[in-house]
């Protein structure tokens, strides 16, 4: 079996086998191509970047080219079991609307992202003075595609603001290892998290 990064291997592991699934910012399809072919998923994708699009028809996977802010809105209710969003969240232009069309369209949505608060960005931030770099935030302010980074505890805030139900989360320290810990110190500990939501 291919192994594929941790994040991903987490996120298929909440996809049930032979159902429906959206990959939007699927990149090079990697987690579209597990979810075929290890869990019989009828997985479909969204990728911004025309080279992501080509790596993933190349590979025989279905993905079109689109934006989640602008895209998602054509496609119908309930279409998908789920509507995965990895890594991408914070490069949205709008999250929260995003975070609404997705469960629109998906009977559950799943998202994972870096966390903002984890403590080596807040000591960089407190002692360097500088926007800070680590393995999930790797870019240099100024040519990062993130555009609205948030922490654990603002994710939860605002699955809690829209009504949406938090079915599981993972929070993942810098070793890419899950971690159980209460929200505050997850929130100081992850790195990154993986969310599954439903709305209620």
């Known amino acids: 079996m291919k ?31 597990y979810l075929v072919n290890f869990k019989r998923v009828d997985a ?11 790596a993933c028809v190349a590979n025989g996977l279905s993905v079109i080219q689109g934006d989640a802010d602008a895209d998602l809105r054509a496609y119908p209710d309930a279409a998908f079991d789920y509507v995965i969003l990895g890594q991408t969240l914070q490069a949205t232009r709008e999250p929260r609307e995003v ?10 949505a799943i998202v994972s992202f870096p966390n903002f608060a984890h403590w080596q960005v807040r000591l960089r931030m407190m002692f360097g003075g500088r926007m800070p770099q680590t393995t999930s935030l790797p870019y240099k302010w100024y040519d990062t595609p993130n555009i609205h980074l948030c922490s654990i505890d603002d994710f939860r805030a605002l699955c809690d603001d829209m009504g949406v139900r938090i079915e599981r989360a993972i929070v993942l320290n810098s070793k890419s290892r899950p971690i159980r810990m209460p929200p505050p110190l997850a929130n100081l500990f992850g790195e990154q998290a993986v969310f599954m939501l439903k709305r209620d």
Request: charged share 25%; aromatic share 0%; net charge positive.
């Open 44 to 54: 479909r994708g969204m990728e911004l970047s025309q080279a992501g699009v080509n």
């Open 99 to 108: 975070l609404r069309q997705m469960l629109r369209v998906g009977k559950r």
């Open 3 to 33: 192994s594929i990064r941790v994040d991903l291997q987490l996120i298929a592991d909440m996809v049930a086998p032979d159902t429906r699934a959206l990959d939007i910012g699927c990149g090079d399809g990697a987690l579209l191509a």
